[in-house]
């Protein structure tokens, strides 16, 4: 047995390559790593056994570390932090997470550093539609908090992290109880009631509440004083700290963190659409910045009509933007490439060898349609734009590493595509053949 662990010690220190330490908290350590199977950096959260042992507290720090191992891979979604896998060795259990370069959303929780309310709302937004993914996978997360919402190198991506106090809606398991962090508790939670998605709306309503002002809603000196406030009082109004707030976010906010259920968001869908509705409030927004917009828009094209939401946010993250005007050539015969472009809007035409052989508008897709391989293949023929367009362009690499769905979604279009283009040539082969 001991041959055994001292080789499973072995292979965690060849396969990760400890950078340094990212944090630290009762329950465990979490360190920057790089692992050299995969060849990427990651973050992995180890939790030493003696933690397990504690008298007080030893069951339930291994039922956390279980909850969060047990996820994953099943919480595959753009804006959930991903858990590559779970070990251990004879020192710790460890779990290999995603690395999130541009840290948590703690330090944007002081009134002399706040985001821009746009900016506040791009995330919220994105908060809830992850907890409303995760709610119909039967899970709730029970400790929504800045401290475990992280953001990418460039900070406008956005992922929940921490499951380990995670309530499993349809497991037999016995759950972990008393979990949470107080202020983020929902009033129900001191009544013993059974967590719902509302205990998780009503956290993201005081995670906003704190994003918008610095302050918590509460300003309770002692636990029990704050436990009081929660169950009788109500919370003081957004306005009180500042004017700039649009009537409907401050709506949104106030009805998340209702004191009464009732009068709460019973649905992550009427909380989230409550949110898009408030950024064209926002004075010069610059909408087109945010993925709601982008979002909404991809959603209804005919491109995209077979992907789930969460595979069109996905697709979000591998994928930019863009205008070009007439005369420009997007793809240029005999140079290699491995991008896909979905027009927008106006047209393109394709040449061969001088010759014009297809012109393409909106809804049609042009590029490297052999993403699938690593290597990069030459173009066989320029694409120059006829009329000015604006496209999707999807990073084909990017593309490849992306999840089975989405890559199955993106095959199923552009089959799709391929055979309405080749009704369309014989079509014009049949009117040639006609008019000759």
């Given amino acids: 047995m001991k041959k055994s662990m001292d080789s499973q010690n072995d292979t965690f220190r060849h396969r990760f390559e400890i950078k340094k330490a990212l944090g630290r908290g009762a329950s465990g350590e979490v360190h920057l790593a790089f692992d050299t199977y995969a060849q990427l950096d990651v973050a992995i959260k180890i939790n030493r056994l003696n933690l397990f042992e504690d008298p007080k ?8 570390w279980l909850n969060e191992a047990r996820l994953a891979g099943k919480l595959q979604h753009p804006f959930i932090v ?3 896998e779970a070990g251990a060795t004879d020192e710790f259990n ?37 907890l409303d993914f995760a709610t119909k996978m039967g899970v709730l997360h029970r400790d929504i908090k800045p401290a475990n919402v992280l953001l990418g190198a460039d900070e406008n991506t956005v992922k929940i992290s921490d499951f380990g106090a995670a309530y499993t809606t349809d497991s037999d398991l016995t759950q972990v109880d008393m979990v949470g962090t107080l202020p983020f508790m929902a009033p129900e939670h001191f009544r013993q009631a ?4 509302q205990s998780d709306i009503y956290a993201v309503g005081v995670m906003a509440y704190q994003l918008l002002t610095g302050r918590y809603p509460f300003t309770a ?3 029990e004083d704050l436990i009081y406030q929660k169950l009788n009082e109500e919370v003081l109004s957004l306005e009180s700290w ?22 709460r968001y019973t649905s992550w869908q009427g909380f989230y659409e409550d949110l898009a509705a408030a950024l064209p409030q926002v004075s010069q927004p610059d909408e087109g910045r945010f993925d709601i917009a982008r979002f909404n828009f991809m ?7 077979d992907f789930l939401d969460n595979e069109i946010w996905e697709t979000l993250g591998i994928s930019r933007s863009l205008s070009m005007g007439t005369g420009k050539t997007v793809v240029q015969q005999g140079e290699a490439g491995g991008n896909l472009y979905i027009i927008t809007s106006g047209e393109v035409v394709v040449i061969k060898n001088g010759l014009e052989i297809n012109r393409m508008g909106e809804g049609d897709c042009f590029g490297d349609i052999a993403y699938q391989e690593e290597i990069l293949h030459v ?13 999707i362009e999807i990073d084909g690499r990017m593309l490849r590493g992306a999840s089975d769905s989405l890559q199955a979604c993106f095959s199923k279009s552009l089959l799709s595509l391929m055979v309405t283009q080749l009704r369309k040539a014989d079509q014009r082969i049949l009117s040639m053949m006609c008019i000759e």
């Fill in 57 to 64: 507290l030893g069951n339930r720090n291994r039922r956390m």
């Fill in 82 to 84: 991903q858990i590559f």
């Fill in 94 to 130: 460890y779990i290999v997470m995603e690395y999130m370069a541009g840290g948590s959303l703690k330090r944007f929780t002081t009134p002399d550093n706040l985001l821009p309310i746009n900016r506040v709302i791009d995330i919220l937004y994105k908060v809830c539609i992850a």
């Fill in 194 to 197: 059974r967590p719902t998605q």
């Fill in 221 to 223: 000196k002692s636990q």
């Fill in 242 to 263: 500042r004017s700039d707030i649009p009537q409907a976010l401050r709506f949104a906010v106030h009805r998340a963190m209702h004191q009464d259920r009732e009068m």
């Fill in 299 to 305: 959603r209804k094209l005919p491109f995209f009509a």
């Fill in 379 to 391: 173009h066989t023929s320029t694409v120059t734009v006829a009329k000015s367009i604006n496209v």
